[in-house]
């Protein structure tokens, strides 16, 4: 019995259900070497599912931009790009990295690539769809109700589920490791900058 329920407690650590925060896990960094996010008690952080061939890959500049100027005050970008939307991040991490560097001048930490749907899912990812479920795309707005329109043809239930719907889905990590908000790839970059801010204010 006790070997059960030691095995069935190793299976809930692994899937990222009895995570208590983002710090309880590890990652690959681009070298393929496990690094935990315990390394980033105390800061704050936003962590990005990212693609280079997506017509939001541009919001690699405004995630540079927001990482310039407050990484000083206790911001961290975690960025992992994720090949299962459309297919868009193709390649290694080493020419992702480049084609970043190169395009974006990104400074921020980029880790190797994951998957953050279906059995394939990261534990990270299964915990951070948790802890922040799909909120819906704005349909007042041009590109909102064009994602949702695209992804409703597909599955007309599809915002009744965690699961990240495309590149560029944000989540908010506050001090303790905790998430704070999710926001969609149409989600405005100056919302998502008033709520970093909010976050780092907090001691």
């Known amino acids: 019995m006790k070997k059960m329920l030691l095995s069935l407690l190793a299976v809930l650590c692994m899937t990222g259900a009895a995570a208590k925060s983002v710090y309880d896990f590890k990652v690959k960094d681009m070298g393929g070497e496990e690094v935990s996010l315990a390394g980033y008690k105390g800061k704050v952080m936003l962590i990005v599912n990212t693609a280079t061939r997506c017509g939001f890959t541009p919001q690699y500049k405004e995630l540079e931009a927001l990482y310039k100027k407050y990484s000083g005050e206790g911001l961290e970008i975690l960025d992992f790009p994720c090949n299962q939307f459309g297919q868009q991040a193709p390649g290694s991490i080493a020419e992702i990295h480049q084609f970043c560097t190169a395009n974006y001048e990104i400074s921020f930490p980029q880790f190797d690539k994951i ?25 007042t707005d041009r590109t909102g109700k064009m994602m949702d329109a695209m992804l409703r043809k597909k599955d007309a239930d599809y915002d009744k589920k965690t699961d990240i719907k495309w590149n560029f889905t944000k989540f908010l990590i506050s001090r303790d490791g905790k998430v704070v908000k999710r926001y969609e790839p149409t989600d405005k970059m100056t919302d998502i900058e008033n709520d970093i801010k909010a976050e780092l204010k907090k001691k």
């Open 115 to 139: 998957e953050v749907n279906g059995e394939g899912a990261h534990p990270l990812y299964v915990y951070l769809k948790s802890q922040a479920k799909f909120g819906g795309f704005d349909t």
